[in-house]
């Protein structure tokens, strides 16, 4: 099946610093990769949809300068958050999808803490 | 605005009983419906989905969808403390998947 690989699990960063998730689709070319968050107790909110070497569309509210996203590739996305404050702790969830699938495959998520 | 409305419960129901989960959705045109579970602190699993009214059986899951009401449900058959976790519904609008806000289900052993 598709498997779709998300690093770092688990991040503590110091307030002001970037943080880079990583995102890949290790058996298929994930044509859209979509980014989330997720903060304890709500539900997953999409930020953003990207599709292989072409820029990112942001959901509105989402910073796109704060929150870089890259799909440089079929098979890698990253995240960055830039000058992380303690308000962007929360759980970040990819996605991948691929014309040939239904549905779509989850990452297993990044845990970041800002202190 | 397309929403997909869930009650977030929390929900208890006893081992080996029917777990019903209920969900609404604004856009009359969406066609693609799916349940995620999610186990806390971990990414949802696609439990099914569903794309033609009726019913979708897998296993001790039932999938439920009733374009005309825009609703769609899922029931858990004999249902297991394992089953404890939050069940999200998504719905496909403009290529993207949306979520509802999640039902919490504990089944009590």
């Known amino acids: 099946g598709a498997v779709v690989s998300q690093h770092p699990s688990r991040v503590i960063c110091k307030s002001g610093t970037s943080v880079k998730i990583e995102c890949r689709s290790l058996?298929?070319?994930?044509?859209?990769m979509f980014w989330y968050r997720q903060f304890p107790k709500q539900s997953l909110m999409l930020m953003a949809t990207?599709?292989?070497?072409?820029?990112?569309?942001?959901e509105q509210g989402v910073e796109k300068d704060k929150f870089l996203i890259n799909h440089a590739s079929l098979t890698l996305s990253t995240l960055t958050v830039t000058s992380a404050h303690p308000e962007d702790s929360s759980f970040y969830i990819c996605s991948a999808s691929s014309r040939d699938m239904l549905g779509y495959t989850f990452g297993s998520g990044t845990r970041l803490t800002v202190v | 605005q397309k929403e997909v409305e869930q009650n977030s419960g929390p929900l208890s129901v006893p081992e080996g009983a029917i777990a019903s989960l209920n969900c609404t959705y604004s856009?009359?045109?969406?066609?693609?419906f799916f349940w995620y579970r999610q186990y806390s602190g971990k990414s949802p699993e696609l439990i099914m989905f569903?794309?033609?009214?009726g019913d979708k059986e897998d296993g001790r899951f039932t999938a439920q969808l009733n374009k005309a009401s825009q609703y769609v449900s899922l029931l858990i058959r004999d249902s297991q403390p394992s089953d404890s976790a939050t069940y999200l519904c998504a719905v496909i609008w403009g290529g993207k998947l949306i979520f509802g806000q999640g039902t919490e289900l504990s089944v009590k052993p």
């Open positions: 990207s599709n292989e070497g072409s820029k990112a569309t942001y």
């Open positions: 569903i794309y033609s009214n």
């Open positions: 856009d009359r045109g969406s066609q693609s």
């Open positions: 058996d298929f070319q994930a044509t859209t």
